[in-house]
């Protein structure tokens, strides 16, 4: 079952089982554009597991940022965020929404195989990641597209 909140849970999910990201969304002309990256076959935004020390939303930062090379984001919508239920060997996916000014991507290396971990990216309409997403990630954008109106 997914959840939107608004504060940071006294209950966070442990070491190894929250994945934080962002839904980040950039202005072309009128409309929205969200960005997805591509591992194999599944679409969705940037994240990754939280480390020790870190608040979710410091890890969801990090991520975007060794994803993407992303490291403007602005948190218009507040830090609200929306979690999925649990997938792939019970994680939780956390998912904030900011907005940022770049648009180019530089695919970052993975910690562990010096490789990227995505295949590729994706600026795309929300009507488009909807239609990508898996119905895990659809949730996601549900709720993003609903709070910036894409």
């Known amino acids: 079952m997914s959840e939107e909140s608004d504060r940071e849970s006294d209950d966070e999910p442990p070491l190894g089982k929250l994945s934080c990201g962002v839904v980040i969304a950039r202005r072309d002309g009128e409309s929205w554009l969200t960005l ?57 996916a956390r998912y904030y929404l900011a907005k940022s000014e770049t648009g180019d991507v530089v695919l970052g290396p993975s910690p562990d195989t010096g490789e990227p971990e995505h295949h590729e990216w994706r600026w795309v309409s929300f009507d488009e990641a909807h239609d990508l997403t898996a119905p895990r990630v659809r949730d996601v954008v549900r709720w993003s597209r609903q709070i910036i109106g894409a």
């Open 36 to 92: 997805l990256l591509r591992a194999y076959h599944h679409w969705d935004f940037p994240k990754g597991l939280r480390e020790a020390g870190e608040t979710p939303l410091a890890a969801a930062v990090r991520e975007v940022r060794e994803e993407t090379g992303i490291a403007d984001l602005d948190f218009v919508w507040s830090e609200r965020h929306f979690e999925t239920g649990p997938y792939s060997r019970g994680k939780t």
